[in-house]
């Protein structure tokens, strides 16, 4: 059963909360002792381990692309309410402890940890066969990881849960260190790589593979730079099958989804069962009173869109020939009213936009523009980790070693696809560059950008030079935005937590 399918079952059976601590029983009307015993109920609590998967990404655009030079918004002075001024200030770097959206990625991650938890500990003790036992543990335990890779780099050292929460008492843990999270991390993926097996066909279903948990562990090798274990991991990716699809643009089709460029997506699906459907193209639209002229649908779209819009910065920064410039970003030509609404007059492919007298040509994010029939409620999934990332990561990983003509090959096979000549540079220094500005331009909008700054020891650097030219630009940003001080590599701490748990301490400077 395809696994968004098995997600709205989950769905349907699980009690789900936006802020909770951690869920301190199971989320369903029986007890856990009463209820996780059959491989179908055992099945069930691993999906629900999915489930935070889609909230988490609803909020995970504005702490990961949102806070990088990839990406800002569309100001609306007529709107400086909570919900608009928080969500800015993760673009500006004004952010607290009091953001519901940065507070959301915390709360969301911790859900995910809180079910994987609850199933890894039935699963270990029950009796069903053990293929499945293996593998559901397997998907479980990469969840686990993911969840904590992204809390670890978002907010430091985080509290290490790793059974599920039956007392209050047990709810209140201290922080541990960045490394004895990394390390559980570590301890996890690798378990869900001697679990899981590669994908037995193409489309997958969306569950977590062997692939996926290799990609992983291979990630965290990278951002901690043990370059040669990385390298080992992601050069037995070929073999599972996986590789680059043809054309730029089909990969994000919802016709290819799930194809053996994808490695792990989060899973969403279009129609009226509720719950599964995903909205990113109205989010990231200008805001209007109807977005016919882009998306085919006519809706309203002014209390959603305006996040996200693809920066000056960005777009400067594609190569002549790129392809995967006008895969990636479209222009919505049109004007605005004195609220700052916009009225869409044509959508123009941004290699053919020609700037026009008393027209504004706003970029949005086009990747996930797909045919769709109803409002809000798209069949595109949340891209996670793409083949063409595992070259990248390849290449970065074999030039940190000092061998920058192998790196090559992995390279300029992604530059092939997207219609670049070969790169030649072996320097490692210079290739290093080279090889950060192809992920910035062949993950736009993955949520990727925030993380490439951070762990390359750029993100002052270049958010300092980006956010005082967005100043010059810009006469609404205030002047303590963009004050990018070493503290603000991590996100606060959500006031709820530190204020509840006295063995947590909130992070430097907040």
């Known amino acids: 059963m395809k696994l968004y399918k098995l997600l709205f079952i989950a769905g349907a059976l699980l009690l789900s909360s936006c802020n909770d601590f951690l869920d301190l029983v199971p989320g369903d009307k029986e007890s856990g002792g009463s209820f996780y015993r059959t491989e179908e109920q055992l099945r069930q609590a691993v999906v629900a381990a999915y489930v935070p998967l889609r909230a988490f990404a609803d909020n995970d655009f504005f702490t990961g692309e949102g806070r990088s030079d990839n990406a800002h918004y569309d100001y609306t002075p007529a709107n400086r309410g909570s919900a608009y001024v928080f969500r800015e200030g993760i673009y500006d770097f004004t952010d607290g402890p009091e953001n519901t959206y940065v507070n959301a990625v915390y709360y969301h991650c911790y859900k995910g940890i809180s079910r994987a938890n609850i199933a890894i500990d039935y699963l270990e003790k029950s009796s069903i066969d053990d293929g499945v036992k293996k593998d559901l543990i397997g998907q479980t335990k990469f969840l686990r990881a993911f969840f904590y890779y992204k809390l670890v780099r978002y907010f430091g050292g985080v509290p290490l849960y790793l059974h599920e929460v039956a007392t209050a008492e047990d709810a209140f843990l201290p922080r541990s260190s960045v490394d004895e999270v990394y390390a559980q991390i570590i301890s996890d993926a690798q378990a869900a790589i001697d679990n899981l097996k590669a994908p037995e066909k193409f489309p997958q279903s969306g569950e977590a593979t062997k692939g996926a948990a290799t990609i992983l562990l291979a990630d965290v090798y990278v951002t901690r730079k043990d370059y040669k274990a990385a390298e080992t991991l992601l050069k037995t990716l070929p073999a599972m099958g996986y590789g680059l699809l043809g054309n730029y643009s089909d990969v994000f089709s919802t016709a290819n989804k799930?194809?053996?460029?994808?490695?792990?997506?989060?899973?969403?699906?279009?129609?009226?069962?509720?719950?599964?459907?995903?909205?990113?193209?109205?989010?990231?639209?200008?805001?209007?009173?109807?977005?016919?002229?882009?998306?085919?649908?006519?809706?309203?779209?002014?209390?959603?869109?305006?996040?996200?819009?693809?920066?000056?910065?960005?777009?400067?920064?594609?190569?002549?020939?790129?392809?995967?410039?006008?895969?990636?970003?479209?222009?919505?030509?049109?004007?605005?009213?004195?609220?700052?609404?916009?009225?869409?007059?044509?959508?123009?492919?941004?290699?053919?936009?020609?700037?026009?007298?008393?027209?504004?040509?706003?970029?949005?994010?086009?990747?996930?523009?797909?045919?769709?029939?109803?409002?809000?409620?798209?069949?595109?999934?949340?891209p996670i980790y793409r083949y063409a990332e595992a070259l990248l990561l390849l290449a970065e990983a074999i030039n940190e070693q000092g061998r920058g003509q192998e790196a090559l090959p992995y390279l300029n096979e992604v530059r092939q696809r997207a219609g670049l000549k070969a790169v030649t540079v072996t320097n490692q220094a210079q290739l290093r560059e080279i090889i950060m500005k192809e992920r910035r331009v062949e993950l736009a909008f993955e949520n990727k950008r925030w993380h490439d700054l951070v762990r390359s020891g750029k993100a002052v650097e270049v958010m300092t030079a980006y956010g005082k030219a967005l100043k010059e630009k810009y006469t609404y940003l205030v002047d303590d935005s963009y004050k990018v001080s070493e503290y603000r590599l991590l996100f606060p701490l959500p006031f709820d937590e530190v204020a509840m748990n006295q063995e947590m301490e909130q992070n430097e400077g907040y």
């Open 258 to 382: 799930n194809s053996k460029e994808f490695l792990f997506s989060i899973q969403y699906m279009q129609g009226l069962q509720g719950g599964q459907q995903s909205s990113f193209i109205y989010k990231f639209l200008p805001r209007s009173t109807n977005t016919k002229v882009v998306t085919d649908v006519a809706t309203n779209n002014s209390s959603l869109g305006g996040w996200n819009v693809p920066t000056e910065d960005l777009i400067n920064a594609y190569e002549p020939g790129d392809l995967r410039k006008s895969a990636s970003i479209g222009i919505a030509e049109g004007t605005y009213n004195s609220s700052y609404m916009f009225t869409y007059i044509a959508n123009t492919d941004i290699e053919e936009y020609v700037p026009k007298e008393g027209i504004a040509g706003v970029p949005y994010i086009k990747k996930y523009l797909n045919p769709h029939t109803d409002p809000n409620n798209t069949d595109d999934n949340w």
